[in-house]
């Protein structure tokens, strides 16, 4: 949703059962954080389409059968 007010979107660091998390993968876990953080200003982007450069049919904002290439969900969104 960030993307189509102008913001650029980077990929989700994501960290799963933090309730079952032992020191060792704390530590793990903050030192692949202090990484992302370093290089934040580094990685790309997710190269979502743009709504209103001819990606999407308006007024109904779907994405044109022709780019989805067999693709569906998010995947079919990203250029």
Not at 10 to 31: E, G, I, K, W
């Amino acid at each position: 949703m960030l993307f189509y007010p102008g913001f650029d979107v980077l990929p989700p660091f994501v960290v799963y059962h933090t309730s079952r998390m032992n020191d060792a993968r704390l530590q793990a876990t903050c030192n692949a954080l202090g990484r992302r953080l370093d290089r934040l200003w580094d990685d790309a982007p997710i190269a979502f389409r743009k709504q209103n450069h001819g990606d999407y049919a308006i007024p109904l904002l779907t994405l044109r059968e022709e780019l989805a290439g067999g693709r569906s969900g998010f995947a079919a969104h990203i250029e």
